[in-house]
């Protein structure tokens, strides 16, 4: 390339120099004739440059420009690990720790399979169809494929973020979700007695996960439920897992509610609990009211007796026999602590099946529906909003069921005569009776008004038309049967028009 070339003219006692940036030395040449426009600064003919003007650069464009223009960058493509970050940063204030964990969850799995330095400005439905394909083929927990549950969930957690991008004006456009296709879904197992899963188990031939996911559609029935807070009140290795394992399986409550509960939330004289919850409305802390068993009120009672402080009612004290944890003062007992002393409590003894806390709330709902107790009343007590769920909870014990197949009624065929079907059928088969006597009645009725009707007036007005070759229509013939049955119903007229007087529209005398 041809160097920088030196102008034979002087500007303010500054030699002009420049480089062409050219190979072409004829090129090059040009370019250094035009240096040599300084004459015309003296002639007057271009306005003089600033001070600190490029001089060699104003000659070249003829005094239209007097230093190098600067180039307009494009702002920095946004990427998917830059929204990622930007979004869980925005997040952390208004999620609770457990589902901000499960977003940041999604959304490393999101980064890792599409990538980091991937443009969201330019991710398509294709782009998205990859990640579902992909996802759908990898392995999950116990080495078993993802659900079509999970995919959904981070497919929606992207889909949020992408929602928070375009609000703030990062991004535009919408979330490119609508046509993707997700592998088919495997219905949920589902809950099973203590007795039903053993049997299953029996049968042999199932490996170790399909075990292990039996036994988490476990729940304890009425008899069950006792069994293991006795074992609990022993056997416990924190003096607070047995008020908290018992207002789980009395209450339906969750484990981040019952962490979350405080001392003021218990009423013993009106016989109520107050629950915290952060899941049933998004973005709003509500509660909910839950009755206190005659079981449930004796433990907590005797825990708050000797509370070690603070306003929450399960708490760590300052000291802890053998924890590292420093406290200053009475802590509420953490969600990972809260599982490890149950683990630790129930592997060293039979109820090693139990797999953790929600199976006391699954135990819960699961014992009301069969109980019969009124579903407004379950949804009100543990906060259930969709139908889904209901009818999840919703499923008679196996003893019920056999029994209502064993009754009676059902064995002879007869349903109406079945004691389990209750009132309601016995109160339909009274009122069909009743409609069946009431119809009979008005048959009769509807016969003898009719033969009455017929020998008053035995209709030779329509045989003499049918002789005259004029035939009624279909109209009249229908309608002559329905204005004599108008007529049982009302007396008879008297007077000038009467039923025997009143002359006939289809035959004229006269004729």
């Not at 995919?151 to 929606?156: D, Q």
């Not at 559609?217 to 394992?245: G, H, I, Q």
């Not at 006391?360 to 069969?370: E, K």
Request: charged share 25%.
């Amino acid at each position: 390339m041809v160097g920088s070339a030196d102008s034979p003219c002087r500007y303010d006692g500054k030699p002009c120099r420049h480089c062409p940036g050219t190979k072409d030395e004829e090129e090059a040449g040009a370019s250094l004739s035009r240096l040599e426009g300084i004459r015309l600064l003296e002639r007057g003919r271009l306005e003089p440059p600033a001070p600190d003007a490029d001089l060699a650069l104003y000659q070249l464009s003829e005094g239209k420009v007097s230093a190098k223009p600067e180039i307009a960058r494009s702002p920095q493509a946004l990427t998917l690990a830059m929204l990622a970050e930007r979004f869980a940063a925005a997040q952390a204030t208004s999620l609770e720790a457990n589902s901000l964990a499960t977003v940041q969850i999604h959304l490393r799995h999101l980064r890792r399979s599409i990538g980091d330095d991937s443009s969201v400005r330019h991710f398509t439905l294709a782009d998205l169809q990859g990640y579902v394909d992909r996802r759908a083929r990898q392995r999950g927990r116990r080495g078993k494929p993802l659900s079509t549950a999970t995919i959904r969930k981070e497919v929606t957690t992207l889909g949020a973020a992408w929602a928070w991008a375009v609000q703030h004006g990062t991004l535009e456009g919408n979330f490119p979700r609508s046509g993707v296709r997700y592998p088919k879904a495997t219905e949920r197992p589902p809950f099973q007695t203590w007795a039903e899963v053993e049997r299953q188990i029996g049968h042999g031939g199932l490996p170790p996960d399909e075990q292990a996911e039996l036994w988490d559609t476990l729940f304890l029935t009425l008899p069950e439920v006792r069994s293991p807070l006795d074992f609990v009140n022993v056997n416990a290795c924190k003096p607070s897992l047995c008020p908290m394992l018992a207002f789980a399986a009395h209450t339906g409550a969750r484990r981040s509610e019952i962490l979350r509960s405080r001392i003021g939330d218990f009423d013993f004289d009106a016989g109520t609990v107050l629950v915290r919850e952060k899941e049933r409305v998004k973005g709003k802390v509500t509660t909910r009211r839950a009755p206190l068993s005659p079981f449930l009120a004796s433990p907590p009672r005797d825990w708050l007796a000797g509370h070690s402080g603070g306003r929450f009612t399960f708490c760590q004290p300052e000291q802890v026999w053998k924890s590292k944890s420093k406290r200053s003062a009475p802590t509420p007992i953490h969600r990972d602590e809260a599982h490890d002393h149950l683990r630790r409590t129930l592997d060293d003894g039979n109820w090693s099946a139990v797999r953790g806390w929600h199976t006391s709330r699954r135990g819960f709902i699961s014992n009301c529906a069969a109980s019969g107790v009124d579903q407004r009343l379950i949804d009100a007590w543990v906060g259930h909003t969709t139908e889904e769920v209901r009818c999840r909870y919703r499923h008679p014990l196996p003893d019920q069921s056999a029994a209502a197949i064993r009754s009676e009624g059902v064995r002879k065929g007869n349903l109406l005569s079945a004691k389990s079907h209750g009132p309601s059928i016995k109160t339909n088969a009274i009122a069909d009776g009743r409609a069946r006597s009431l119809l009979f009645v008005v048959s009769i009725w509807a016969n003898v008004s009719w033969a009455v009707a017929f020998l008053q007036n035995p209709f030779r007005a329509p045989f003499q038309a049918f002789r005259r070759g004029s035939r009624p229509s279909l109209r009249s013939r229908v309608s002559s049967p329905c204005e004599m049955i108008h007529s049982w119903a009302l007396p008879r007229p008297q007077g000038r028009f009467s039923a025997r007087t009143r002359p006939s529209r289809q035959y004229d005398s006269t004729r």
